[in-house]
């Protein structure tokens, strides 16, 4: 026994070497990226539940990989938050993402595009001038604070003090908040109650569930947003069934495969010149 208890830990040791090692070349390989122009964004549709319109687009981060083919962020994503790399990826992705909505506006008109909304890390949020950044950008590109949202989520801990001074600056300034992944966390109504937050989304195992009948959390949620006064938009909708229970329950906005995949810019832009054909 005593054998065996000492090969798996040496087993366990080597892994985790490893493990670390890898971890290193990932982060090396991804300051690279953000320099070298290797992510791009996708764009998903938020659509009307009722009529289909596009309200607005996510838009989700990719890194296109020398060897290993186009990576999803919730494989670098941890990494680039380990190594600090999170916050120049942050600025390259609200970059990068304010410039395409404002190119949107310049060729599809008023209010074609919609809102936008664009993943923030908690790191973002306790950088000092994080608000104050996204109000030059926004200046920047000729855009009003109104067509921008912020998706946060609850599992990133959010600090009494920076974070939720930033917040308030941000909606200062007329950008939005949304709370990610509505439900998953574990102090939801404590983050509901202590933040500025305008919209809630619905996490999408709560979406899903639906048709499985397990407990109506969906209709929970609604009633809650409604309550607060808060936009909510459910995530992750893949079927029509899906779509026409959440519409009965008084949901007006979702995304997911159902309606569209994430999609490269342009894809986005035929959406918005020819809407008919999502
Ligand atoms: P999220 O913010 O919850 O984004 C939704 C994820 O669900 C996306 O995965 C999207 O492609 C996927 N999805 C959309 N519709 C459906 C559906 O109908 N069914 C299923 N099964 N999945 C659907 P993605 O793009 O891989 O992103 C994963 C997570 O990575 C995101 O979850 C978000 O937390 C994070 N992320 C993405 N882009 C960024 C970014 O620019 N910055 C930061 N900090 N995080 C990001
Ligand atoms: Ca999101
Ligand atoms: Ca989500
Ligand atoms: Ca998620």
Same mark, same amino acid.
């Given at each position: 026994?005593?054998? @065996?208890?000492?090969?798996?830990?040496?087993?366990?040791?080597?892994?985790?070497?490893?493990?670390?090692?890898?971890?290193?070349?990932?982060?090396?390989?991804?300051?690279?990226?953000?320099?070298?122009?290797? @992510?791009?964004? +996708?764009? $998903?549709?938020?659509?009307?539940?009722? !009529?289909?319109?596009?309200?607005?687009? *996510?838009? @989700?981060?990719?890194?296109?990989?020398p060897? %290993?083919?186009?990576? #999803?962020?919730?494989?670098?994503?941890?990494?680039?938050?380990?190594?600090?790399?999170? &916050?120049?990826?942050?600025?390259? &992705? +609200?970059?990068?993402? @304010? #410039?395409?909505?404002?190119?949107?506006?310049?060729?599809?008109?008023?209010?074609a595009?919609?809102?936008?909304?664009?993943?923030?890390?908690?790191?973002?949020?306790?950088?000092?001038?994080?608000?104050?950044?996204?109000?030059?950008? +926004?200046?920047?590109?000729? =855009?009003?604070?109104? %067509?921008?949202? =912020?998706?946060?989520?609850e599992?990133?801990?959010?600090?009494?003090?920076?974070?939720i001074?930033?917040?308030? %600056?941000?909606?200062? /300034?007329?950008?939005?908040?949304?709370? !990610?992944?509505?439900?998953?966390?574990?102090?939801? =109504?404590?983050?509901?109650?202590?933040?500025?937050i305008?919209?809630?989304?619905?996490?999408?195992?709560?979406?899903?569930?639906?048709?499985?009948?397990?407990?109506?959390?969906?209709?929970?949620?609604?009633?809650?947003?409604?309550? =607060?006064?808060?936009?909510?938009v459910?995530?992750?909708?893949?079927? #029509?069934?899906?779509? *026409? $229970?959440?519409?009965? +329950?008084?949901?007006?906005?979702? $995304?997911?495969?159902?309606?569209? %995949?994430?999609?490269?810019?342009?894809?986005?832009?035929?959406? /918005?010149? *020819?809407?008919?054909?999502?």
């Amino acid at each position: 026994a005593k054998k @065996l208890a000492g090969t798996a830990y040496l087993h366990y040791e080597a892994s985790m070497a490893a493990h670390g090692t890898e971890h290193a070349h990932l982060g090396a390989e991804l300051r690279e990226a953000i320099t070298g122009g290797r @992510l791009f964004l +996708l764009y $998903q549709p938020i659509v009307s539940l009722d !009529d289909g319109r596009i309200l607005g687009c *996510e838009a @989700l981060v990719r890194w296109a990989h020398p060897t %290993r083919g186009t990576l #999803a962020p919730d494989a670098f994503i941890p990494v680039a938050e380990r190594t600090g790399l999170i &916050v120049p990826l942050g600025r390259w &992705v +609200l970059r990068t993402a @304010l #410039a395409q909505l404002a190119e949107w506006i310049a060729e599809y008109g008023e209010p074609a595009p919609g809102v936008l909304n664009v993943n923030v890390s908690a790191r973002d949020l306790r950088e000092p001038g994080f608000a104050e950044d996204v109000g030059a950008l +926004l200046r920047g590109y000729g =855009l009003a604070a109104d %067509r921008v949202v =912020l998706e946060i989520t609850e599992t990133m801990a959010l600090e009494p003090g920076q974070s939720i001074t930033n917040l308030h %600056r941000l909606r200062a /300034l007329g950008v939005r908040v949304s709370l !990610d992944d509505f439900g998953t966390g574990h102090s939801t =109504l404590t983050l509901l109650h202590d933040c500025p937050i305008d919209e809630i989304k619905l996490d999408r195992s709560f979406t899903q569930a639906q048709v499985d009948g397990r407990p109506p959390v969906a209709a929970a949620v609604i009633h809650l947003a409604q309550a =607060l006064g808060l936009h909510a938009v459910a995530e992750g909708v893949e079927t #029509a069934e899906q779509a *026409e $229970q959440l519409l009965a +329950l008084g949901y007006t906005a979702a $995304q997911g495969y159902y309606f569209a %995949r994430p999609m490269p810019a342009e894809k986005f832009g035929e959406l /918005l010149r *020819e809407p008919a054909s999502l």
